[in-house]
């Protein structure tokens, strides 16, 4: 299986067909279909991704999107190629949906999408890159259904 879901905050179960939307985001995110595969999506909690950020990236405090790029690993050609694993926090993202108005499946899917953007090399550090990261986001999320995330009280229910 391309992607294998972890759900170790039961929370997640409740938002209405949001693994279908993730698989969905997955599809809509990889360029090079069949190619390369996520390894994990953890569905966690703010405990989790705050222990997550602080020993992999030295933050101590819970976030909302992490992602974890797998090491460069030779794989026979037409095999799948690691990419990596991405996790979520219930809480910061329940918040953060909250606080925009957004339905919070649309806020994680959009995360899901952002993770897997910076597994395939995508990035925000420089305003040119951020523009370029955030376009092709709204452009998959379009695709979903999903309105922009970066327009003031852009969700929906």
């Known amino acids: 299986m391309p992607l294998e879901i ?12 949001l693994g279908e939307q993730i ?5 809509a995110s990889l360029t090079k279909k069949g190619l390369a595969k996520i390894t994990v999506l953890l569905l966690a909690d703010d405990a989790t991704l705050k222990a997550l950020n602080r020993g992999w990236r030295g933050i101590n405090k819970p976030t909302n999107v992490l992602s974890f ?3 460069e690993a030779h794989v026979p050609r037409g095999t799948p190629r690691p ?3 991405v996790a979520l926090s219930y809480d910061t993202c329940a918040k953060e949906a909250k606080a925009a108005a957004k339905s919070l499946r649309d806020h994680a899917v959009h995360l899901v999408v952002h993770g897997l953007l910076h597994l395939c090399g995508h990035d925000h550090v420089d305003e040119a ?3 370029a990261m955030e376009a092709k986001e709204i452009r998959i999320l379009a695709k979903l259904g999903i309105a922009n995330p970066y327009v003031l009280n852009a969700g929906h229910d």
């Open 6 to 17: 972890e759900v170790a905050d039961p929370r997640w179960k409740r938002v209405p067909k």
């Open 23 to 27: 698989i969905a985001a997955y599809q």
């Open 69 to 71: 790029p797998a090491a």
């Open 83 to 85: 990419m990596g694993d």
């Open 129 to 131: 890159e951020a523009h």
